[in-house]
């Protein structure tokens, strides 16, 4: 009867020392990785020109919150990002240029000498063939 006693306190007992290390290391590296994570946020901080809300962007508001009309939080727009509209042409954020695999090139004029003959039989479908009658007084 002892022994089981000192069986069962020698389990609770070890258990005890694995969950305390286990907690000790699980610490460890959450501390570790929110070190990281704020070293790398130390970017220089961007000048904000103005808050507005991504599904209305019409309407500009001077500090951060949520929007009221939908209810969303307000998106900064920053005084870094291009927003002019005279440039004279398109503007892709750069991720997405990225993610569609987006090239350029150099566009040139020219004549475009194109012709290809393809063997083919045109007909009609004939099972969306329908016949519409139109009425008309007479």
């Known amino acids: ?9 020698a389990i ?7 969950g305390g290390l286990i907690s000790v290391t699980a610490w ?5 990785s929110q070190k990281t994570v704020q070293t790398e946020q130390k970017a220089p901080e961007r000048k904000v020109l103005f ?4 599904m209305k962007p019409d309407t500009k ?8 009309f939908m209810d969303m939080d307000l998106v900064p727009k920053y005084a870094d ?10 503007r ?9 695999g987006l090239k350029t090139q150099k566009v040139t004029r020219g004549m475009l000498n194109y012709s290809q003959t393809i063997p083919a039989n045109v007909s009609y479908n004939e099972y969306q063939f329908v ?3 139109a009425r008309s007084d007479g």
């Open 81 to 90: 990002e291009s927003g002019d509209k005279s440039s004279g042409g398109i």
């Open 51 to 54: 808050w507005y809300d991504p």
């Open 92 to 100: 892709i954020d750069p991720t997405q240029v990225q993610n569609l």
């Open 28 to 32: 460890q590296y959450v501390n570790s």
């Open 131 to 133: 016949i519409v009658q």
């Open 61 to 68: 508001f001077d500090k951060p919150g949520k929007s009221p």
């Open 12 to 18: 609770i007992i070890s258990s005890l020392i694995a």
């Open 1 to 9: 009867m002892a022994s089981l006693k000192i069986k069962y306190a």
